[in-house]
């Protein structure tokens, strides 16, 4: 059974923008840190962006300026908006929970494609 449900992947040409939404049950949600990690063929799952439990957000260098992360704590919800999207930011997108205290540390959604092509 999904945990986390991913939506808002697609087709964009560069520079455009999409937003990407990850729902979590709210016992997740409430408890972990919710991320975004991204992964091409042939290479290691790369964290993108992630936001605590208390509201605190990191950004990969690479994103930086382009890509920012935020929750709706009501809707039980996290976003990554991207924008200024590049063709090196195709990829499959996995939204990600994890905590270091509750079991299991990691839940992973099941990946939404982004392909950034003109």
């Known amino acids: 059974q999904a945990q986390l449900v991913e939506s808002g992947g697609g087709l964009v040409q560069p520079g455009g923008s999409l937003r990407l939404s990850c729902a979590a049950p709210?016992?997740?949600?409430?408890?972990?840190?919710m991320g975004w990690y991204r992964q091409v063929p042939g290479k290691e799952r790369e964290l993108v962006a992630a936001?605590?439990?208390?509201?605190?957000?990191l950004t990969a260098d690479s994103v930086k300026g382009r890509f920012s992360i935020s929750k709706d704590n009501a809707k039980n919800t996290v976003y990554l908006q991207m924008n200024s999207l590049k063709p090196e930011d195709t990829a499959v997108y996995y939204c990600?929970?994890?905590?270091?205290?509750?079991?299991?540390?990691?839940?992973w959604g099941q990946g939404t494609q982004v392909t950034v092509s003109s």
């Open positions: 709210g016992s997740i949600f409430s408890r972990y840190a």
């Open positions: 936001v605590s439990s208390g509201g605190n957000t």
């Open positions: 990600n929970a994890h905590s270091v205290t509750f079991r299991p540390y990691d839940y």
